[in-house]
């Protein structure tokens, strides 16, 4: 079986500024990680996710990953931060003995203010 | 683009009514999904259907139960709603094949109030 843990519920940044949205998972097994994204009033949509090969996954609008075996992590970051990126993000795990489940942290909002 | 529609964005039923919940997905997707979505929980997944007529209980099942008599239409439905089932239920898609690499594609939910 396999947890995620989102460990912050609200982060809130200035514009331009950076972030760190931090992501951390437990698993049996060899896993595959997602971030997906949450506009308002829309539903989720896949940001990025690490299947295999390069620890450093990159979005189209900047976001990027990078997978840590060893501290079983799958931070966000984004060097540089737009009103626009205000939304939840959901990290979530997949077993690769598994079909098809998802398993999602709790969300954290990313609140940036001009 | 996969477009993934719910039929309603809001809805408000009375404890005991019988709620359905409508999904379609136009990507002839295999696999089809119903998550519940509460602040500081989370996703969680209520059932999941992988073809016609084929169905597995996920992580929350109880109290609810789902249809899916076409591959595009996934029904989600409350036999005898309860005000612990006011939430936002989304519904999602994926290509299937038993493949847990698969992107899911969401609808835009719907936020489901139980008097």
């Known amino acids: 079986a396999q947890s995620v843990t989102q460990l912050d519920s609200q982060v809130p940044v200035f514009e331009e500024a950076p972030v760190e949205l931090r992501c951390n998972y437990s698993s049996s097994v060899s896993v595959y990680l997602f971030w997906y994204v949450q506009y308002p009033n829309q539903g989720l949509q896949l940001l990025l996710k690490y299947l295999s090969g390069s620890t450093l996954v990159e979005s189209i609008n900047g976001f990027e990953a990078e997978f840590n075996k060893s501290q079983t992590s799958f931070h966000l970051r984004k060097p540089s931060v737009h009103i626009s990126d205000t939304a939840e993000y959901f990290c979530a795990v997949s077993g690769m003995d598994s079909s098809y489940k998802l398993i999602f942290g709790s969300g954290t909002r990313l609140l940036v203010r001009p | 683009d996969v477009k993934v529609t719910q039929s309603s964005r809001y809805l408000v039923k009375r404890t005991g009514e019988k709620v359905f919940l409508e999904c379609v997905q136009d990507m002839d997707h295999e696999n089809m999904f119903w998550y519940r979505q509460d602040p500081g929980l989370g996703l969680r997944l209520i059932y999941f259907?992988?073809?016609?007529?084929?169905?597995e209980k996920g992580d929350i099942p109880e109290g609810y139960s789902v249809s899916r008599e076409k591959k595009e239409r996934f029904s989600l439905i409350l036999e005898s709603a309860s005000t612990n089932q006011t939430s936002m239920y989304l519904c999602a898609s994926s290509l299937g094949g038993g493949d847990s690499t698969d992107t899911q594609y969401f609808g835009p939910g719907t936020r489901l109030t139980v008097l």
């Open positions: 259907s992988y073809d016609v007529k084929m169905k």
